[in-house]
Every structure is written in C-alpha cells, then in structure tokens.
C-alpha cells in the first residue's frame, strides 16, 4: 500500500512539473521499453522460475546448496541484464522508432525519446537484479524487504525530479530513474545479508539449477508479460493519436494499478511460494487454495472496479489538475481510467492464476492463454480505437491507417486502447480458469463463481449512492475549488465502501468471514505486545 501511495506522489509531481504535452508522451515511451523488458526478463525469471527452483533446493536439499544455487543464479542473470542494457542503448534508434512510429510526424519528438531511451536503458540491469534479489527473499518468506524496494524506487524519484528538473528539464526523469534504481538495489542487501544470502559472482553456467531456470523462464518470456504487452501495443497505436494520448494513458494506467498494487500483487507475490510447496506435496489442497485466493481478490476487486469507474472524473480531477496538468488532460485521463477499470478484476484474476500454473511448472500454458490475449488487443484495438493515420514512411503506419479505416466500429480513441486492453486480459483469464481445471484435475467453480456474483451485486449496490453524490460537482470547470472537490471525492469513497461493506456482509459467503478473522487476529497479535 506505501509503494502505490508513494508511486501515485511520484506521478502527481510528474504532473505537476511536465503535464500530458510532448515531453511526457517521449519519456512515458522511453520509459515503457525498459519497463516491458523487466516484466519479460527480469521479473519473468524471479516469479516464474526462479521461485520454484529455488524453493524446490530449499525443500529437498542442504541449505548450503541453495544459497550456492543463488549466486550462481545472481550471476548468470547479471550477464544477461548486462548484455540486454548494452543492446538497448546502441539500437535504441530502430527500438523506439517501431515503439512509438508516430512520433516520426511531430518535429523533434522521435529523437527526444531516443536520447531519453538511452539514458534509462540501464535502469533494467538495476531492477532486474532486484527483481532476482526479491525472488530469493519471498521464497525465504522474507517479504518486508522486497515489498519495500518500489517505495525507495518512488521516494528517490520524486526527490531528484524536483531537485532537478528546473536544471535538467525531462531529462531529470531519466536521472531520476536511475538513481531510483541504484538506489532500489542497495536496499535489498541487508534483507540478503540477514537471510545468509552472497552476491559474490560463481561461475557454473551448466549447474542443473540454470538450466531449470533457463527452461522455465524461456516461454513465460511471453507469457507471464501479456498484460504489459498489451499495454505497450496500445502506446503505438497511441502514438499515432493526438499528442497526450501516452500521457492519459500512463496517469490512467497509474490509478488502474493502485488497487492491484495494494492486493491483488501483494497477494500473488506472497501466495507463490506457497503454491509451489503445495503443488509438489498435495493437489486438492493445491486446488483449493488457489480457489480462496481468487475469491479474496474477488473481495477488494470487483469492489475496485466499480468504484474506480464511477469516481474516474473526480479522482482525476483531484490528483491531477494543477501545474502543467490541465482540467482537459485530466478529463481525458478519466475517459481511460474508466475504460481501464472494465478489465481490473480480471487482471487481478489472472495475476493469482498464473503463478498457479508455473508452481505446477507448467509455463507452456500461460504462453498459450497470452498469445490468445494478445490477438483479441490487436483485434479490438482496430475495431474500437477509430480511424487514424500514420507515418507513410512505417510499415505499422501504413498497416494500420488502412485497417482502422477499413474495419473500425467505435472511434474511442484513447479510451479504445484501454477497452482493448481490459478485454484481452478478460479472454486470458477465462482461458487460463478452464485450463487450470484440467491442469490440476479438477477446479472449485461453484464456491469461485458464487462468490463472484454475491461480490458483484454487492459492488452493483454502491452504483446510485456514488453517483448521486459524484453528480453534485462539476469537476473539470476549473473554478471550483479543491478543498471542496476533495470533500466530495472522499464523501462518495466513503459512502460507496460503506453500502458495498454493508452489502457484502449480508450476501458474501465464508471467504468474508475468514478475511474478516485474518485481520482482527492480526490486529490482536499487533496489540498483543503492547498490552504486555
């Protein structure tokens, strides 16, 4: 919850400082191409293979053996990152030119995003060592300190683009990332050090440890990325709409992911290891946990996405109209927030599912699900985004100026790209549910099911309350003021949590009463020893 809180202040002074003009589109496209290769190799590595080989060392052999197997793990990840960084800044031309193509038509702003491309390149060497770093330590059940790193990455930021930017101008957000990042790896070391964990390099590229990893991390390289793929089509599409259309979709993207940053991530990344124990030593029980997992991310999901589709408008306006950020760049942002919010229980659906799937080291599946993902985004991407036209210059210009013309239904612009994008993890997660029934010979749909629709009706119930009292305010006027917008956003948080709490405890079933445990008994164990 500090991360995303912290990483939402990070934006807002983003914002603030560079609003939604060209500048913001060139690094939020800088920034994606390091990011996507993170999710693909980085964090693709840590969640999909690394845990499992590791926890699998851990559990059946010498403790000695697994920390070996970490540092030759470290190691030969290092190489990688270190060749991947190397690349990315000598093609960072031809890399950013088929990422962002319509960037080509507006003077100056393709070779402002590759100079800013290369300059945050590195930052994927930093957060992938991190990543590795975090895989360790969430298969020791040592949680504190990965879950801390984003908000270290989030703090130095905000500190050196203030710092910088009067200076330095966009380019401080690139200085910012990198030093976000450095500073992201030193924060894991004492967490190691304390867990007996080395970073000295050992060499042993053909330890069976590596080519288990090797084996399992080569396919989910698509697989376990298919959300961020989508994401990052979306962006060139994006580029070839109205300037700002990355920026709305960035600040959009940052508000979609709050929720699933404070739950539905936290969830998965602590259920991982657990999943990986059970798949080796008991199915049923197996299945069943991860059927309570989905339905306590059903709890604070579905809730989420109503609520973030109806206060679009005000969060939007709350957060970001000040500075450089505009009441009509905020208005655009809510068009995408809205839209976004259509795919948020899926997305958290599917980051529970497949973990499962790579705790049963099956990653052949997942890749599957996210190919199937990312045809439906490029599908509903033409169909809903309306007609544009690119570059006659680029192949995906061209391509799509003809398809967009020629088959388009709705023309949502923005908000077509963030449709498409709830709509393809909405086809991955239904696939991913029926697979994973088979996969594990078997599946609780009627408790999962059921308690998705006792959770949606419950979620339905806030509908009127929050409209009601979101429709009082003109939030995009630009005269009323923010102490009394901010008094209303709150209002109608408050009155949407409490009839949908209200609603749930009269029709949700056993999974409200055990999180409703969870937490008092937590609560007591934190009261425990002050009382004594």
Sequence with gaps: MVSRVTGLARDLVVGYLFGAGTGADAFFVAYRIPNLLRRLVAEGAATAAFIPVFTGYLTRGPRAEAERVARVLFTMMALVLGVITVLGIVFAGPITSLFAPGFAVVPGKLELTIRLTRAVFPYIFCIGMVAAAMGVLNALRDFLAPATSPVVMNLVMIVATAALAPWLGIYSLAVAVLLGGVAQMASQLPALRRQGISLSPLWAPRHAAVKRVGALMLPTVFGSAVYQINVLISTMFASLLP???????????????????????????????????????????????????????????????????????????????????????????????????????????????????????????????????????????????????GPPDSWFGRTMTAATHAVGVLDLRHGGLALSTSIAATVNLVMLAALLSRRAGGFAWGAWLGSTARTAIASASMVPVVRAIVARVEWFDGTTPLAVRVAWLALAIAAGAATCGAALTLVGGSEVARFRRAIVARLQRRIAPRAS
């Design 243 to 389: 300037a700002g259309s990355v920026a709305f979709l960035w600040y959009a993207e940052r508000l979609f992911e709050f929720p699933l940053g404070v739950f539905a991530v936290a969830l998965s990344t602590a259920a991982l290891p657990s999943f990986a124990t059970l798949a080796k030593r008991d199915v049923a029980v197996f299945r069943d946990t991860v059927a309570f997992a989905l339905r306590l991310v059903n709890l604070i999901a579905l809730p989420a996405a109503v609520g973030l589709a109806l206060t679009a408008e005000p969060l939007t306006s709350v957060l970001f109209i000040r500075g450089q950020f505009t009441p009509a760049d905020a208005a655009a942002t809510a068009v995408a927030v809205r839209w976004y919010s259509v795919g948020l229980w899926s997305v958290a659906c599917v980051r529970v599912l497949v973990p499962a799937f790579y705790a049963l080291e099956d990653t052949r599946t997942p890749v599957l699900t996210a190919a199937a993902a990312f045809v439906a985004n490029l599908l509903f991407v033409v169909l809903l985004i309306g007609p544009v036209t």
